[in-house]
């Protein structure tokens, strides 16, 4: 069995022929984009559309530009494939099929009966495991994240944000009238503003993100008018970039 997942799902040209199954496989994807980046913007723009298992990418030369998303059923791969066939990935057109052969994680499962709650737990495990080693590797490279917002765009002054002061403000008051300006909330922390710039930018007007260091959870997301920022809210109202985070979604404060 291959251990590369989607074992080069390759030539379009045959892709009818290849049966539906839970592996997706995505070419065309923007090469100069860091693999783990690749792989954290791909899980947030496909799990909208069922529990995703993994997301695998690769460094070599033979795969670069090549990704497998791993559904848990045939029914989310098969929708996924369907509405994101030609969606603006980090400025290119992804190109979505089947993956001819299964990922290692289904042939394991198919071989050997796991009952499902153990590989709930193991699935539980796994992903508590990922997230601190993740919380590890941010807080040994917080020099990083100044030069990750430099490369895409540095965070303007807090006394510019759209912003009227602590999280408690926002709630019990009046809501903000329509404008142009979204303001999300409950976002898992290790969500980045290119994440949110892939999901944003598929509605018409899109302008640009700005997340706060400071305020973790949070970020505000322009358009050009009110009109574009309510079509982008009711859009996105709700959409989870982990299963534990639904987004919430309002007008900014002026």
């Known amino acids: 069995m291959s251990n590369d997942g989607g074992g080069g799902g390759g030539g379009g040209g045959d892709a009818p022929a290849i ?7 995505i070419n065309n994807l923007n090469e100069k984009i860091k693999l783990d980046e690749l792989k954290k913007s791909l899980h947030a723009v496909f799990s909208q559309f069922g529990k995703i298992l993994e997301v695998l990418a690769f460094k070599t030369l033979k795969h670069k530009g090549q990704a497998w998303v791993v559904f ?11 509405r994101m066939q030609g969606f603006p990935f980090y400025d290119k057109p ?13 042939a394991k499962a198919d071989g050997t009966f796991v009952p499902r709650e153990r590989r709930k737990r193991h699935d539980e495990r796994a992903e508590r495991k990922k997230r601190e ?12 994240n100044s030069a990750y917002s430099g490369a895409y765009g ?13 999280a408690k403000s926002m709630l ?5 009238l329509p404008n142009n300006i979204l303001f999300i909330q409950n976002l898992p922390h290790e969500t980045t503003s290119m994440m949110l710039q892939m999901l944003f930018c598929q509605y018409p007007g ?21 009109m574009q920022s309510t079509v ?6 709700g959409f989870k970039i982990t299963q534990q985070n639904p987004m919430l979604i309002t007008y900014a404060k002026k």
């Open 232 to 237: 982008a809210m009711q859009g996105l109202q």
């Open 172 to 176: 019990p008051e009046a809501p903000a």
């Open 72 to 82: 848990e059923d045939v029914q989310s791969a098969t929708e996924a494939l369907k």
């Open 19 to 25: 049966p539906p199954n839970m592996t997706i496989y």
């Open 133 to 144: 080693q993740h919380h590890d590797a941010n807080q040994a490279g917080t020099g990083l």
């Open 94 to 106: 992804m190109r979505i099929q089947y993956a001819k052969t299964k990922s290692d994680i289904i």
């Open 206 to 226: 899109f302008k640009e993100v700005r997340m706060v260091e400071a305020k973790p959870g949070i970020a505000f997301v322009e358009y050009g008018d009110e």
């Open 154 to 166: 540095a965070v303007p002054p807090l006394s510019q944000l759209p912003y009227g002061g602590g």
